[in-house]
């Protein structure tokens, strides 16, 4: 039977094809992309724990990696504007739980590890869903297809760095 972690994996995975069909370019489309590798580390370690010590660091490294690209690249241009400038406050303090349940995870006793990991799940789902539905489409509206484009190269140049340093 599927438990409410399952349930809200299952829903990020629409809202997230959702958020595309609305026309994300650039970086938007990019950062949109990673949510899915992530959403689906997410669900197949939930459906296999027995894979957490092959599964639990690549998961760590997409999803760190993704979060401090974010927070070099994107969010600095983002507090530029007075519409994107709360999102990108928003952004920082939900980066700042999710970092800690990471840590967290990386902490906890076997004991500990499957309410700690439901924790991220959640934190990260609610993340994804609010990027995808706001912050995505207010930024492309405010800084448009070339900025978005501009953004997309240096965050990607950024997540592979931090991959190699996560």
Same mark, same amino acid.
């Given at each position: 039977?599927p438990?409410?972690?399952?349930?809200?994996l299952?829903?990020?995975?629409?809202?997230?094809?959702?958020?595309?069909?609305?026309?994300?370019?650039?970086?938007?489309?990019?950062?949109?992309?990673?949510?899915?590798?992530v959403?689906?580390?997410?669900?197949?370690?939930?459906?296999?724990?027995?894979?957490?010590p092959?599964?639990?660091?690549?998961?760590?490294?997409?999803?760190?990696a993704?979060?401090r690209?974010?927070?070099?690249?994107?969010?600095?241009?983002?507090?530029?504007?007075?519409r994107?400038?709360?999102?990108?406050?928003?952004?920082?303090?939900?980066?700042?739980?999710?970092?800690?349940?990471?840590?967290?995870?990386? !902490?906890?006793?076997? $004991?500990?590890?499957?309410?700690?990991? =439901?924790?991220l @799940?959640? /934190?990260? *789902? #609610?993340?994804? +869903?609010e990027?995808e539905?706001?912050?995505f489409?207010?930024?492309? !509206?405010?800084?448009? $297809?070339?900025?978005?484009?501009?953004? =997309?190269?240096? @965050?990607? /140049?950024? *997540? #592979?760095?931090? +991959?190699?340093?996560?």
């Amino acid at each position: 039977m599927p438990t409410r972690v399952d349930a809200i994996l299952a829903r990020t995975a629409g809202k997230a094809k959702a958020a595309r069909a609305r026309g994300l370019v650039g970086v938007w489309r990019t950062l949109a992309e990673q949510h899915d590798e992530v959403t689906a580390l997410l669900r197949r370690l939930r459906a296999n724990p027995e894979l957490q010590p092959e599964l639990w660091p690549a998961l760590r490294r997409e999803l760190l990696a993704h979060e401090r690209a974010e927070l070099r690249e994107v969010y600095p241009v983002l507090r530029g504007h007075e519409r994107t400038h709360a999102l990108a406050d928003h952004h920082d303090e939900e980066v700042t739980r999710i970092e800690q349940l990471v840590d967290d995870l990386d !902490a906890a006793s076997s $004991d500990d590890w499957d309410a700690t990991f =439901d924790r991220l @799940v959640e /934190a990260v *789902v #609610r993340h994804v +869903e609010e990027e995808e539905l706001v912050t995505f489409p207010t930024a492309l !509206a405010v800084l448009g $297809d070339k900025q978005a484009h501009d953004l =997309d190269v240096r @965050v990607r /140049a950024a *997540v #592979r760095k931090f +991959e190699e340093v996560v």
